[in-house]
């Protein structure tokens, strides 16, 4: 059975601050893993990895995988409150449709 | 990217009524997907939508209890049946868009039940 773990579960963090999200897998056909980013209700997409070593940014945030060690990181620069949410892991065992996700790391960014 | 028009956005039910929770998207669509999300869990999959034909259940789920329809490639349906306050979540649909290697997700309904 696939499994996505996530660490911490949360964290509280002042402005500016730079934070990194974990997260570690178990797949038995991996495909890609994925982050999200939730708000409300619906999660929003981040970033897709497939290959390890190669990271993928978009403004603040960056992310890399590593399929050796079997984890993925996610690291949000000079956070913003804006940033405040949860952040959640998944993998694609058999479709890049079809997910497994982690618990989610909920971040909450003070002013 | 892909429009997902998911109603209702939010619902109270009585316990032992039903809800009928739609999905439609304004793109071509390969799969569709029902994931439950209990408070303060993380997202787990109920079913993949299936055109045509009876939906595919992921372990612990159950048609009598979440019957799935999908009549054309762009709509689905999610009934959450006999409802009890356990029930009480956030429901999503997600799909996989031709051309797009990630999964989109509707805006969700959060159903509680009283």
């Known amino acids: 059975e696939d499994k996505v773990v996530q660490s911490p579960l949360s964290l509280v963090v002042h402005e500016g601050d730079t934070v990194t999200l974990n997260c570690s897998y178990e797949v038995t056909n991996f495909r890609s893993l994925l982050w999200y980013k939730q708000e409300k209700k619906a999660p929003t997409f981040l970033f897709m990895l497939?290959?390890?070593?190669i990271e993928k940014k978009s403004g603040r945030l960056s992310s890399i995988l590593d399929k050796k060690e079997l984890f993925s990181i996610l690291n949000i620069t000079a956070t913003q409150t804006g940033d405040s949410a949860i952040y959640l892991c998944?993998?694609?065992?058999?479709?890049?449709?079809?997910?497994?996700f982690g618990k989610g790391t909920l971040l909450t960014v003070n002013p | 990217s892909a429009v997902i028009s998911q109603k209702p956005s939010r619902d109270i039910c009585q316990r032992g009524t039903s809800l009928t929770i739609q999905c439609q998207v304004d793109?071509?669509?390969?799969?569709m997907f029902w994931y439950r999300q209990q408070p303060g869990q993380s997202l787990t999959l109920i079913a993949t939508a299936n055109q045509g034909s009876e939906a595919t259940y992921e372990s612990g789920f159950v048609i009598d209890k979440f019957p799935i329809s999908r009549p054309n490639l762009t709509f689905s349906t999610l009934t959450v049946s006999n409802m009890s306050p356990e029930d009480s979540s956030i429901y999503l649909c997600?799909?996989?868009?031709?051309?797009?290697?990630?999964?989109?997700f509707g805006q969700g309904t959060r159903l509680t039940v009283v």
């Open positions: 998944a993998i694609s065992g058999g479709s890049n449709y079809k997910l497994t």
């Open positions: 997600s799909v996989g868009v031709v051309g797009r290697g990630h999964a989109f």
């Open positions: 497939t290959s390890s070593g």
């Open positions: 793109s071509q669509v390969t799969m």
